[in-house]
């Protein structure tokens, strides 16, 4: 074979990154369809053989032999085989050296389509073998360039689309950007494989807390439900399998710096971090939090909820732009509408668990306004979140003073 020839294949193995074996096992196909092509028939048996030392190419007709000939592009006839091999057998095969003289110059024009098609598929297929494995998971990338609103992202060495759907509206992004993706799924397609990548999935939360909290990904503390309006809310439902283990206080940690870790990962994105419960009315007042809730009555046909509340806690309970009731119904995947507490029908009570939490509320220490923003924007609501935490502590918060730190502490103190 032409030497051009070979230093070319290699230069593309290299550049493609594929193993050695894979790669030639790609030329000889190729080699294969190209003599058939230039000199035989499609029905032959085709062999190749290439030197790995000296590049030599050797293509050979098999060629099985018989006692009476059917078919003379694959068959011999036993008298025909021992002029070329004296102690050849019937049933056994049987190889003629048919490499024309100038076959490194042909092949190297014939073979040229077929390998770079075969090389093309072959990388597809390391490519799905790469990443089939890897769905469901948390995989880092490196933005290569954005046109328009499309993201085109590296992932080793791989190139791959973030739609503009699967984006964070309020997320600016540019070349070089190093970004978290979760993998969703790896599709085959006419194309070769896509990855179906996204910053939108509410499981690139539930991803990130594996990452930033311990607990989570030991499985001490369990995501159980996650709703998100992607870049500006989410709210996720956490239960702890160990009673020794509070696991509102484990996703927050110490002045809220592991959930603020994993916000800042989603371009500022709100996190409230909820405590699960298998009781429907538990769950829902919990997930409609800041907003305190007067009672619920539920439907279970319709799986609807019927929330009360009285009129100075309806514009929380529904947020801005419905967004508080949106996220709740979607957590807790029970259809909530948010009604009048004078319009409850008899019987419906407030939920044990917000009779529990009336004093578990930062809003109830009696602190300023401003101090409980602060405070809530580190995702710290609970009194239990600030108990054990001191006044140097707090002032790490953003924005509180050494005088506000000593006035949450003495706050704290006073609740039993």
């Known amino acids: ?12 193995a290299d550049e493609k990154n594929l193993p050695e074996d ?21 029905e032959q048996n085709i ?37 070329v091999k004296k102690d050849i057998k019937i049933g056994e095969e049987i190889r003629m050296d048919v490499t024309p003289l100038t076959y490194g110059r042909i092949a190297a024009q014939s073979a040229k389509q077929v390998i770079i098609q075969r090389i093309q598929e072959a990388e597809r297929d390391i490519m799905y073998d790469m990443f089939k494995d890897r769905e469901n998971e948390l995989i880092n990338a490196l933005i290569h360039r954005v046109e328009q609103n499309n993201v085109y992202v ?19 992004y540019y070349g070089g950007q190093r970004i978290k993706l979760y993998l969703d799924k790896v599709v085959k397609t006419t194309k070769g494989p896509q990855l179906l990548i996204s910053r939108r999935h509410p499981k690139l939360v539930e991803k990130l807390m594996e990452l930033e909290i311990p607990e989570v990904k030991a499985g001490t503390v369990q995501i159980k439900a996650v709703s998100r309006e992607p870049g500006v809310r989410c709210k996720v439902a956490v239960h702890s399998t160990d009673e020794q283990v509070d696991p509102i206080g484990a996703c927050v940690g110490q002045n809220g710096v592991r959930v603020q870790n994993v916000m800042q990962e989603l371009a500022g994105e709100r996190i409230d971090i909820i405590p699960w419960s298998e009781n429907p009315k538990e769950f829902i007042t919990e997930a409609l939090k800041p907003a305190k809730i007067s009672g619920i009555e539920l439907d ?6 019927k929330v009360y509340v009285t009129q100075d806690q309806r514009a929380l309970a529904i947020g801005k732009n419905g967004q508080n009731v949106r996220l709740a119904s979607r957590l807790t995947d029970w259809e909530i509408d948010i009604m009048d507490a004078d319009e409850a029908p008899e019987g419906t009570t407030p939920t044990q668990s917000e009779a529990k939490e009336e004093v578990a509320m930062i809003s109830d220490l009696g602190l300023p306004e401003e101090i409980i923003a602060k405070l809530a924007e580190v995702n710290l609501e609970q009194v239990q979140q600030l108990k054990g935490l001191t006044a140097k502590d707090f002032t790490e918060i953003e924005g509180i003073s050494e005088e506000e730190a000593a006035e949450i502490v003495k706050a704290v103190k006073k609740v039993k």
């Not at 074979?1 to 593309?12: I, K």
């Not at 030329?27 to 230039?38: E, F, P």
């Not at 590296?154 to 309020?170: D, H, K, R």
């Open 47 to 83: 062999d190749v053989d290439i030197d790995p030392k000296t590049e030599a190419v050797t293509i050979y007709v098999v060629k099985t032999v018989v006692d009476k000939v059917e078919d003379e592009e694959t068959e011999m006839s036993l008298s025909d085989a021992k002029k």
């Open 1 to 12: 074979m032409h030497e051009q020839f070979m230093a070319a294949v290699r230069q593309l």
């Open 300 to 305: 279970e046909t319709e799986k609807l909820a």
């Open 22 to 42: 894979v790669v030639m096992d790609i030329v000889k196909a190729a080699l294969r369809t190209a003599y058939r092509k230039d000199y035989g028939t499609k």
């Open 154 to 172: 590296e992932l080793g060495g791989i190139n791959a689309l973030l739609p503009v759907t699967e984006q964070i509206p309020t997320e600016q």
